[in-house]
């Protein structure tokens, strides 16, 4: 068959990534911070631990909040217990109460962000924000939601909007409206998080920016960032300050390392449109949630391809979607919104994210494990 060197389905919902020049530049404005909140003595101790009478947390844990805060341009940070899913559950208890509503996207939503709202006793009223009309209209005429949610990561294939449009029509209407943003696998990749945007709190798990499991971030306004760590007030409960600075160390290294990530990515579905592995129909890149390459294969051989890999060497489920312990290519099944959308894609489709791998490496294993099938 005949190959472009470029697919352009889903093109227009492909999210836009940094290059490895300007990851640099993200990098030396982390460290730029970290200069100005810790001396060298204090930045090479490896955290203290409980509830420091002057901070009601660790200090150290303190101090790499302000780094957070001053490097996305926000009022206050807060580091808590549950990743990315704990983040979002804080920062919805602090805003709403179990029976009000909030705005969400008119699609899939995300399995525990959809539990959250289930456990919370939150209603939701769905509208579709690859219109901007749309949630115009909706933001106008409502006098009920107390949240308006947005998730960056496209939540289905077809996804289109532009957060930073959609956040920036909120508040032109709206400027009372707190706007909370799932910036999980964006932060540190895309050109923005949520909080730069205007919105008025991001949250991410710092598991995802190679941080240590188990720590979300939430940055934004400094009235509910106060409130939130008034009622964490349990020692229990607190990131402790060799965590914090973990993450922080570790969040040094991640913009660059997936820039590099997303450079293969476009590597590998170019040279699979040119025809680098035979036995593939077509290869595009989608926002699933990571940004990846979705592979449709001329056969439907694809839980066979997937059980192949993984004895060539490619990881075939997730640890934590990008966390430090991903490191081999990851070539295995495609998610299943995506399936909901295109069921054909359960038995011809495969998600490939190169993670810390070159594009020669997945191009081998793939060929490797389509050939040893057919």
């Known amino acids: ?68 805060a001053s490097f996305f341009g926000a009022e206050s940070a807060a580091l808590v217990r549950g990743a990315g899913t704990g983040a979002i559950r804080i920062i ?31 209603k939701t009223k769905t509208i579709n924000y690859n219109d901007l ?28 909007y532009d957060i930073k449009k959609v956040i920036q029509t909120v ?51 400094k009235d509910g960032v106060d409130l939130l760590q008034k009622k964490n007030y349990s020692g229990g409960g607190q990131v402790q300050g060799y965590e914090a600075m973990e993450l922080l160390r570790m969040m040094s290294f991640a913009p660059v390392l997936l820039a590099t990530q997303n450079e293969q990515v476009e590597i590998v579905c170019q040279k699979l449109n040119e025809g ?43 640890v934590g979607a990008e966390s430090k312990y991903e490191i081999i290519p990851m070539i295995y099944k495609v998610s299943g919104s995506f399936i909901a959308a295109e069921p054909k894609l359960k038995d011809y489709g495969i998600r490939i994210n190169p993670m810390k791998s070159g594009a020669n490496t997945v191009l081998n294993i793939l060929d490797k494990a389509i050939h040893s099938v057919i």
């Open 276 to 318: 680098a592995v035979e036995g593939i129909e077509s290869a595009y890149m989608v926002n699933a949630q990571s940004k990846v390459i979705i592979v449709e294969l001329e056969k439907p051989i694809a839980q066979q391809v997937i059980q192949k890999s993984n004895a060539l060497g490619a990881a075939t489920h997730p």
């Open 1 to 68: 068959m005949a190959y472009d060197p470029i697919n352009l389905k889903y093109h227009e919902s492909v999210l836009p990534t940094m290059t490895v020049k300007e990851a640099q530049q993200l990098q030396f404005k982390l460290v730029d911070n970290i200069s100005k909140q810790f001396t060298g003595d204090q930045f090479l101790s490896m955290g203290d631990l409980g509830v420091a009478p002057s901070f009601k947390r660790p200090e150290q844990t303190a101090r790499v909040e302000c780094v957070l």
């Open 92 to 122: 919805l208890t602090t805003l709403i109460s179990a029976g009000e509503s909030m705005f969400i996207h008119e699609a899939p939503t995300y399995t525990t962000t959809k539990d959250t709202v289930c456990m919370l006793g939150i």
């Open 171 to 221: 508040k032109a209407i709206r400027p009372d409206l707190p706007i909370v943003v799932d910036d999980n696998y964006c932060a540190l990749k895309a050109y923005g998080i949520g909080v730069e945007y205007g919105a008025d709190y991001s949250t991410f798990s710092g598991f995802k920016v190679l941080g240590p499991e188990g720590i979300g971030v939430i940055v934004g306004k």
């Open 133 to 160: 009309s749309v949630v115009e209209n909706a933001v106008r005429d409502d006098d009920v939601c107390k949240v308006f949610y947005i998730q960056h990561a496209r939540q289905q294939p077809t996804d289109t």
